[in-house]
């Protein structure tokens, strides 16, 4: 167990020899999280392995020419896309939605656009946001590589902040919010907004680089990434969940 799953203010529970690990006492300071309630140590469990299973997820599906090209200028911009993981969990809940209607934040050269859009119903329309008109240049070549039709696209150039307010309540199936992590917060009020029942907003790079989980790590994009992944948990709007895939995806769907 590492020290950042422990109870605080409580001791790890000892495991014997040939015996399961006793269950941590319930904590008079919170209720307990699922983990920690399970009747299945989590020595069982969580191996120091993880990461090669986690590696082994990353690279679960096979890459195509598409999406390597607009990873390699994602690359040559620096800009950081999601990863085939993320991308994966992303087409799949795009296609679970059937989405005919996906809000993206951040466009970036389109790797995550691309994942999306194939995960989307045949005739879906992606509205992506992006202050960059060189990363939507870039993303509307990695659509055109996909064979994806123009039309299933719409681009627009301009902060999420200003363009979010201007979009249809309830209008979407989807939305991504992959922008600026600083306005993480606000950007997850207007996705909630825009979301239909059932809906989903996913929140990508939402360990940020496995800052989050740390307690010791206070800096000021990490410190705005734990406090919205937290209130969208605790949010009775939505059923979260929190992957993860590539550098953190937070998933929660609009009940
Ligand atoms: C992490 S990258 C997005 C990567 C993209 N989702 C992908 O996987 O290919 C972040 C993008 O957000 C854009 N961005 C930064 N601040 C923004 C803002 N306030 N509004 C809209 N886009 C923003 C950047 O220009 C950059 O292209």
New binding site residues.
Partial sequence: MRDGHRVPGRAAPVARPGRAAPRAVASRRRPLTCREASPRPPEDTITPDKSVSWAYSEDFLPSDDALLR?ADR?AQLG????SPGQGAVLRLVAAALRAGAVV??????????LWLLRGMAPDGVLTT????AE?QRAAKQTFADAGVRPTRVRTITG???DVLPRLTDGGYDLVLL???PL?AAATVQHALRLLRPGGVVAL??ALHEDRVPDPARRDEVTTALREVTRSLRDDDRVVPAMLPSGDGLLLAARV
């Fill in positions: 607009a994602a800009v950081p896309a999601v993206e934040v951040g466009t970036g050269t389109g790797v995550s656009g946001i992006d202050t960059e990363h902060r999420a902040l992959d922008g600026d306005e990508a790079h």
